[in-house]
DNA sequence: ACCTGAACACCGTTCAAGT
DNA sequence: ACCTGAACACCGTTCAAGT
């Protein structure tokens, strides 16, 4: 049934989820289109039926990336709907743990691999669509005059920055957790939150 | 002379050199050590003279990124020696200008290529004397009570992680600026300082 | 001690040919 | 329309052999 359908006009889809388990299972570094077509049970040349390129299907993996944290902060913003700080923690927290989760698509997201510029509409969307998600939270902790009003886009991106550059961390990093250590995950956004709401200032 | 010096005890250091240069020119991704080698000319097989592993090789090129970073840091703190807030600044506007000149070295030290907890010494000591010189800054700061007293290493690291996903960003995310546009570098990492100090919250 | 040349297994990509 | 098999140029790495 599985099998079947690879063949019969899912070998996409099914080629980005091999593509993500093998990711897995020894990094994006190590990942090669041939295997992930003999992993698909498919013949090296297949994949170029539905990538141009190798970079085309890893650009793929990124957009699935993408629309993964856009949801989050979706659902932060449904869980705390009066809340823009708490809606921050959430898909602050999110954010984080699905970094210790899915390291490598993290990686492949930024890292390299991808180049967010030069790259198809898809994965455009997807990027767009994830910090727009994130743009939202903070317009709104603006409009309710609980979150300074500096250019939004400039706000934004230091925001992305700051649980970006943790996650990076966490994902790669010196102080990647013992294999998702929840609890040190927690403390570590939860701390970044703070951090970012009150700045290192002293009152 | 230096053609000649290749060829006596500084293959090593020609060859890091070479693997800049060509990163420069067509990014991590698409460099290849037969192609280091070739531009140092010297034969393919050379390399594994001074280094185990292709790996190896980049783990020194990231070494040299991290020890720059530890440098502008120390710069930043002699510069101000009495304002931890503006050695903190200084210090972001140098790693900032960095990754825009050097995007490719910045990929390759938290992208991917290189690993950050298998690493060799070289690579190991590079990047914790480069996260210590930012510890140092904010120490200075509690000591003086100009910044708050949490745990100095979560501190640091959400300090490190707020510049380095705005380096990110800058060095291959979507707001690549026109060539080096420092005006907008400067503008990006003050917003960045200042947002890291006061935080986001209205007071 | 340091480097070369040839070799091995593997890779991305293309293309004629099959169904 | 979608896939295969064979081919091309390239890659990382090893190793005997040269100086």
Chains 1, 2 share one sequence.
Do not use: W
Not at 69 to 84: L, R, T, V
Not at 125 to 132: D, M, S
């Amino acid at each position: 049934m599985t099998k079947s359908n690879y063949h019969h006009g899912d070998l996409r889809n099914s080629l980005i989820d091999t593509a993500i388990q093998l990711m897995g299972e020894h990094g994006v570094t190590r990942l090669s289109l041939r295997e992930v077509a003999k992993s698909a049970g498919v013949s090296s040349a297949a994949p170029y039926r539905h990538f141009r390129d190798k970079a085309a299907l890893l650009e793929a993996v990124a957009s699935v990336g993408f629309r993964r944290i856009e949801k989050e902060n979706s659902g932060a913003c449904e869980k705390f709907p009066d809340d823009p700080c708490e809606q921050l923690r959430a898909a602050g927290l999110a954010y984080l743990h699905f970094a210790a989760e899915e390291p490598e698509i993290i990686a492949l997201m930024f890292g390299r691999g991808v180049s967010l510029e030069n790259c198809g509409d898809e994965l455009q969307q997807a990027a767009q669509g994830a910090f727009q998600s994130l743009a939202r939270i903070i317009e709104k902790g603006q409009s309710r005059g609980v979150f300074k009003r500096l250019e939004l886009h400039d706000m934004t991106l230091a925001t992305f920055s700051m649980v970006h550059g943790l996650s990076m961390m966490l994902a790669l990093g010196p102080l990647k957790p013992a294999q998702s250590d929840s609890a040190r995950i927690n403390a570590l956004g939860n701390l970044a939150t703070t951090m970012l709401l009150e700045g290192l200032l002293e009152r």
